[in-house]
């Protein structure tokens, strides 16, 4: 089993940061940082303990912050030289969000720089939402700049639902200010920027689907190869659901004379094993089709409604009168992130977004007792 994500912030990564700060200020309370920033740390989450650790920041250095950020910035790597980097940074970043806002181009700045050693992401969004107008002025500059991590940071850091961070209300209901940064980033020369321009689009897509897939229609034609995996990824969402205008945008038109059939090997499945099925499509038109292939596994919730989770499949092209036949195992492995509950649960074939056949089967689950509920996920 991996290690838990808190355990990347530890006592020794506090004594390390100490270090780092206490060799570019001489007034720096060492100890007194080190107690305050481990006490009851080993019992708390990722976040907390970085919570803890920026209170520890905001408690011994200078409550001037030019001269805090005057600190920081010398702690960082230089050369050869070690400085804060890694996962230090992420209760950094907590604090130049929370002391930073003040002064808001050298916030800014002091983002900029240590995002090269981790990530500015999480600390650059308090200033988007105190200033949005004055943080986009500076923030798309960064697009041209010849550091791929500083390029990164002006899609990463404005996306409007960026995991783990706070959320943008005002790019949620309104994206548009940021549209300009992801095109000029659309065809940056690092795959590591344009998955973050991807991921942006499809945190926009959630809210304003039409506006994403309209985004993407006009940015499509002659678009190189790299450019149609980022526009495909930033579409993952809409595609699932079936949006019209992405599965167009793709090629996915409506397959109106084509056959699905979908034939369960076993209608009981045990809780640890899987669901086997074949789904056999046929184009019995006079054209070919090109066929985006997705199933949805409806799961009994707690009250017994079936939520459904889309899962992909395959995509082909049919000629006509071709036939194709795809073998599944849907297997479902005890994980923390879905409740499973026994009993009835249906199985649903998705072509280019419309469901083209569906099966129901039953979950067993080995509790003797019918209303336990375990932790699984499908994959």
Known sequence: ?????????????????????????????????????????????LMERSALIRDALLATLPGDFPKAASILKASLPAADTPGLSGWMLLP????????????????????KALTPHFTGEF????????????????????????????????????????????????????????LPILTALMDDPEDYVRRSVANSLNDIAKDHPDLVAAFI?????????????????????????????????????????????????????AFGEGLDFEIRLTNSGETAHSLMIDYAIHHIKADGSLSPKVFKCKTLT????????????????????????????RIAVLVNGAESASESFVLRMPSPDPGQCLFVRCT
Not at 14 to 37: K, N, S, Y
């Open 123 to 178: 600390g650059i969004r308090q200033f988007i939402h105190r200033d949005q107008q004055r943080a986009l002025a500076t923030i798309s500059t960064w697009v041209g700049d010849p550091d791929q991590h500083e390029r990164r940071l002006a899609s990463e850091g404005t996306r409007p639902r960026l995991p783990w961070a706070m959320r943008l209300p005002q790019l949620v209901k309104d994206p548009a200010p940021i």
């Open 217 to 269: 229609a006009g940015h499509i034609d002659g678009a190189s190869a790299e450019r149609r995996r980022l526009l495909k990824h930033a579409s993952r969402t809409m595609l699932k659901k079936g949006h019209a205008q992405a599965l167009a945008n793709f090629g996915f038109d409506p397959a109106t004379a084509l056959t699905c059939e979908l034939r369960l090997q076993n209608g009981e499945v």
């Open 1 to 45: 089993m991996p290690e838990p994500l808190k355990k990347l912030l530890h006592e020794e990564l506090v004594g390390d940061m100490a270090d780092h700060v206490a060799a570019h200020a001489p007034a720096f309370d060492r100890e007194r940082f080190v107690t305050l920033a481990t006490d009851g740390l080993v019992a708390l989450e």
């Open 92 to 111: 950094v970043n907590q604090f130049i969000a929370a002391r930073g806002t003040d002064h808001f181009d050298l916030g800014l700045d002091l983002l």
């Open 318 to 345: 049919l000629a006509p009168g071709q036939s194709h036949a795809i073998e599944r195992r849907h297997a479902m492995r005890p994980i923390t992130t879905r409740r499973y509950y026994p009993g009835e649960h």
